[in-house]
C-alpha cells in the first residue's frame, strides 16, 4: 500500500485518531479530499520541471544547478528522478547469516553531475538536517568510491570544492 494510500484509508476512518497527526493538507492547490504524509523533519514535497522533490530546499537546489549547467559551469546533470539506479549507490550486499537474511544497504544521491573546470564528477546530497545513520552511509560510501567526490550540501548555494 502507498503512503498516500494509507493515509487516505486513515482519513476514511474517524475512530483513528492517528490519522490527523501522520496526515496534512495537499501540495500545490491540489484536490482538499487528498492529503499526504508528513516528512519528518517537516520539509514540504515541492514540484520543480515535473519532478516532486522532497524538500523546497531540494527544488532549490535542483534550479540553481540548471542555472549554472546553462551558464557551462557544470554538465552532465541529473537528478535521483531522472534514473533511479544510476543515482544508487550499494553500500554492503545482503546476506544469509545464521539463517537469516541481512538486507542490503543503499544509498540514493540527489544529484550528479560533472563540474566543467575541473572535470570531477560530484554526487551530491543536499541537507537541512542530518537523519541517524546518514554520517556513516555517508563514510561508507566515500571508502567504497573513493574516485567519486560526495559532496553534503547544507546550502543551496555550495559549491564543491576538493579537499586537499
Not at 29 to 50: C, H, I, M, Y
Amino acid at each position: 500500500m502507498s503512503d498516500a494510500a494509507f493515509a487516505e484509508f486513515l482519513l476514511q476512518r474517524p475512530d483513528i485518531k492517528v490519522a490527523q497527526a501522520l496526515t496534512r493538507q495537499p501540495i500545490g492547490g491540489g484536490s482538499e479530499d487528498r492529503a499526504e504524509p508528513l516528512n519528518k523533519f517537516g520539509a514540504k514535497p515541492t514540484q520543480v520541471d515535473g519532478y516532486l522533490f522532497a524538500s523546497k530546499m531540494e527544488a532549490d537546489r535542483w534550479c540553481i544547478l540548471k542555472v549554472w549547467q546553462k551558464a557551462k559551469l557544470i554538465h552532465s546533470l541529473t537528478n535521483q528522478h531522472d534514473n533511479r539506479k544510476l543515482h544508487t549507490w550499494r553500500l554492503f550486499e545482503g546476506k544469509r547469516v545464521k539463517g537469516h537474511k541481512q538486507r542490503d544497504i543503499a544509498y540514493v544521491d540527489d544529484f550528479q553531475y560533472v563540474q566543467t573546470d575541473t572535470g570531477l564528477l560530484i554526487v551530491e546530497d543536499i541537507k537541512g538536517h542530518e537523519p541517524r545513520g546518514f554520517k556513516d552511509k555517508a563514510k561508507m560510501f566515500r571508502q567504497l568510491y573513493p574516485d567519486v567526490h560526495f559532496f553534503v550540501n547544507h546550502d543551496i548555494r555550495g559549491w564543491y570544492t576538493p579537499e586537499r
